[in-house]
């Protein structure tokens, strides 16, 4: 119940600053999350992006009032946040397959798309597997790249998978793989940082401090250090195919983990781990950062006192 109350919250928020300037950090500061959090959590949740959220709601209403009143084209456009009209227009025929111009054209059919209602239903009685880990700091060695944060809740998008494969045919994995942990690649994805609409993505190895042939290796090739802090994870295996099996398991994490078990995410990086010989289905792990949530107001006292 508590991420559907939040993700409520940041809905009616949207709603009511639609017309004007919305960023997700403003949004989770809001619900006094961070920017990463919030983003990871909407998106997965919702299965869109806050930032596609707000386009299609924009383009709907505006789709509207075209229709009912005689407002010019430019203004409209201006009304919902475009710079331009030529822009909006781009953007109104993507959404509607009509231009705007004939949105006062009787008989023309256009796209709605509603607010977003949060439901309860039934979530749970099911047994998820998954372990706690805890981490020393940790140092990779990898190859980054950088996407867009729009690509999270695409089904159906390869880009980090074709990074791999990019990465393969020019035997850059293969490599890596020498100054690593036997048969062990790891998937890493950076914390969104504030205003930034992209987020890191790296291929590396676990590498020790004593790695002095992957220093020389690093610096002649251009890959870098990827260092993470001490701190505990939660694991999920991901069980299928493709890459869409992660994805399923973020969704685990945020509707049937979190809200029963005691912990909250934390900003650090999450990756997956991807084994030569794993378990039969096993696609990779997922590690996720969590810490344990504050205790609620008064529960300490009752901890200390042995009531329940």
């Known amino acids: 119940m508590e991420w559907i109350r939040t993700l409520q919250k940041a809905i009616d928020y949207v709603e009511e600053h639609l017309l004007e300037e919305i960023r997700f950090d403003d949004v989770a500061g809001q619900l006094n ?64 397959g009509v231009a705007p111009k004939y949105a006062k054209t009787a008989g023309t059919q256009l ?33 980054t790249r950088t996407f867009p944060t729009e690509i999270i809740e695409e089904t159906g998008n ?16 293969q490599a890596l793989k020498q100054f690593g942990t036997e048969g062990i690649l790891y998937g890493l994805c950076a914390p969104l940082k504030e205003n930034e609409t992209f987020f890191e993505y790296g291929i590396g190895v676990l590498v020790n401090d004593e790695a002095a042939d992957a220093d020389a290796f690093a610096r002649s090739k251009g890959y870098r250090y990827w260092e993470t802090a001490p701190c505990t994870y ?10 869409e099996c992660i994805g399923d398991a973020w969704e685990l994490f945020y ?40 205790l609620a107001p008064g529960a300490a006292n009752l901890l200390v006192s042995g009531r329940s």
């Not at 390869?158 to 994995?173: A, R």
């Not at 939660?234 to 890459?243: A, K, R």
């Open 234 to 243: 939660v694991v999920f295996n991901c069980i299928g195919e493709d890459g």
């Open 255 to 294: 509707k049937e983990f979190l809200p029963q078990s005691g912990y909250e995410s934390c900003v650090e990086s999450d990756y997956e781990v991807y084994f030569d010989e794993g378990k039969d289905g096993l696609f990779c792990e997922l590690w996720i950062p969590i810490k344990s949530k504050p």
């Open 33 to 96: 999350l961070s920017p990463y959090e919030f983003h990871r959590a909407f998106s997965f949740l919702s299965g869109m992006t806050l930032n596609t959220y707000v386009r299609n709601r924009r383009l709907s209403l505006a789709g509207q009032e075209l229709a009912k009143t005689d407002k010019k084209v430019v203004d409209i456009a201006m009304k919902y946040g475009f710079e331009s009209q030529d822009g909006f227009t781009k953007a109104f025929m993507r959404f509607h």
């Open 158 to 173: 390869h880009d980090i998978s074709d990074f791999w494969d990019e990465c393969y045919e020019q035997n850059m994995v």
């Open 111 to 143: 796209v709605m798309f509603n607010p977003l209602s949060i439901k309860v239903s039934f979530e749970g009685g099911r047994k998820i597997d998954y372990r706690i880990e805890k981490t020393e700091k940790q140092r990779f060695l990898a190859i």
